[in-house]
């Protein structure tokens, strides 16, 4: 759906364009070490802590935060956040000092956050504080007049990378692309593209090129022997 584009768009078009932008996928942080990660820690805070470490929220100083997959921070890590957003203060692991930070946080997620409220997995107050201005970004499939535009830059994105010789797409393929449901939006459709580009000989994307996970003559339905057969014959 773009939510990062998006957000490097908010930040990059504003007042703290000049100031950093930090992307943080709030999943891949484990549950124990998110708070290390966003406040940072003072020396000896821990064990291994032998020198001080700035925290997420120290980087973007003056600029942005982006959090994604909001609601994976762990329930315990919520009321500080919050607090960070109601007082822009916090306190580094280890410090007996509060801190201030100009940061703005720009948050965002794949479920609805209202469900996460009412099953208690995500706290009300903090959902409330962040919603303040909402965006709700369509997925690829109600959007899909965008997907010839999308598609042309991938192919020109990738032909270097791969030497092809793909320069643009057929209108059956077009017909195709946008006859599929998307469900991984636009990642999935830049998936697509690449291995049609690192598979194409010939300066025209064609409706064969293009292998969706519904295509049984797509080469990951084959076997090995299968799909090695193929390239070879083909090369």
């Known amino acids: 759906t773009g939510k990062e584009i998006y957000a490097r768009s908010i930040h990059y078009l504003s007042r703290r364009a000049a100031k950093p932008f930090v992307a943080v996928s709030c999943g891949a942080i484990p549950a124990d070490l998110f708070e290390n990660e966003l406040y940072g820690h003072e020396r ?24 994604d997959d909001v609601d994976c921070i762990p329930l315990g890590a919520q009321t500080k956040v919050l607090r960070f957003l109601k007082e822009k203060e916090f306190r580094p692991l280890g410090s007996a000092r509060a801190q201030r930070a100009d940061t703005r946080i720009i948050a965002s997620t794949n479920t609805d956050l209202t469900k996460a409220v009412s099953t208690d997995t995500f706290r009300r107050d ?43 797409i057929s209108p059956g393929a077009f017909q195709k692309l946008m006859s599929y449901n ?24 064609d409706v064969k090129d293009i292998c969706l996970p519904e295509d049984d003559a797509c080469i990951g339905a084959k076997t090995f022997k299968e799909a090695k057969s193929q390239a070879v014959t083909r090369f």
């Open 44 to 67: 000896g805070a821990y064990t291994a802590a032998v020198t001080p470490q700035a925290g997420l929220i120290q980087e973007a100083e003056g600029g942005s935060l982006f959090l």
């Open 182 to 205: 998307w469900p991984g939006n636009v990642r999935e459709l830049e998936n697509v593209i690449e291995r049609a580009v690192a598979f194409s000989f010939k300066a025209l994307i």
């Open 126 to 168: 903090l959902y409330y504080r962040l919603s303040v201005i909402s965006i709700t970004l369509p997925p690829l499939r109600n959007r899909l007049e965008d997907i010839p535009l999308l598609a042309r830059h991938f192919v020109e994105k990738h032909r270097d990378e791969f030497e092809s010789a793909a320069i643009d």
